[in-house]
């Protein structure tokens, strides 16, 4: 017995869900009955992009302590991501390229970042006498995560830092392919 006659003799077919789908790929293309995250999508055709750069003190009253890293100059955002204090919150879901770079003056004390991008935890220090630190990753970032940036500092120091998210990962999730 075919699945499409199994529908029929319960009394529903896959029109029923397709017709209350917001989701216009799937009301087009879609040939499997579509479920709540395909009534509500997160995710569109526009770009996912933003870059916040930002000026810390740290002060010998905090060295040592994690400092969340004031990133409020927001550049070239795009509608999806907006910024939040000390970072990035993604408005989309889907695969992120992730780029933070920071120098810090005196180049002196060594500095320790650590990139929080929607729980998931990345450090990276900046070796004492360098001044300087860069780390890109890829995550997938579900809709509403934010990515911010702490620095721990052995010595007072003023750290300048950039922070970048692009969304790289097409609209299609992995699901629609099976």
């Not at 780029?99 to 450090?123: C, E, L, R, W």
């Amino acid at each position: 017995m075919s699945y499409y006659y199994k529908k029929y003799l319960k009394g529903s077919s896959d029109d029923e869900y397709r017709h209350h789908c917001d989701n216009d790929w799937h009301k087009h293309h879609c040939n499997r009955r579509c479920d709540d995250d395909c009534e509500r999508p997160d995710f569109d055709d526009r770009p996912a992009f933003g870059t916040v750069t930002g000026t810390t003190a740290i002060t010998a009253a905090t060295v040592n302590t994690p400092i969340t890293l004031t990133l409020t100059n927001l550049l070239s955002p795009s509608k999806n991501v907006r910024g939040v204090a000390g970072g990035i919150e993604v408005l989309e879901s889907g695969e992120y390229f992730i780029s933070f770079t920071a120098s810090s003056t005196p180049a002196g004390p060594a500095v320790t970042y650590t990139i929080n991008a929607g729980g998931f935890i990345q450090t990276v220090t900046s070796p004492a006498g360098t001044g300087t630190a860069t780390i890109s990753l890829i995550r997938h970032l579900r809709r509403g995560d934010t990515v911010t940036v702490t620095a721990t500092a052995t010595a007072p120091t003023t750290i300048n830092a950039s922070l970048f998210v692009a969304k790289i990962s097409s609209r299609f999730s992995e699901k629609d392919f099976y």
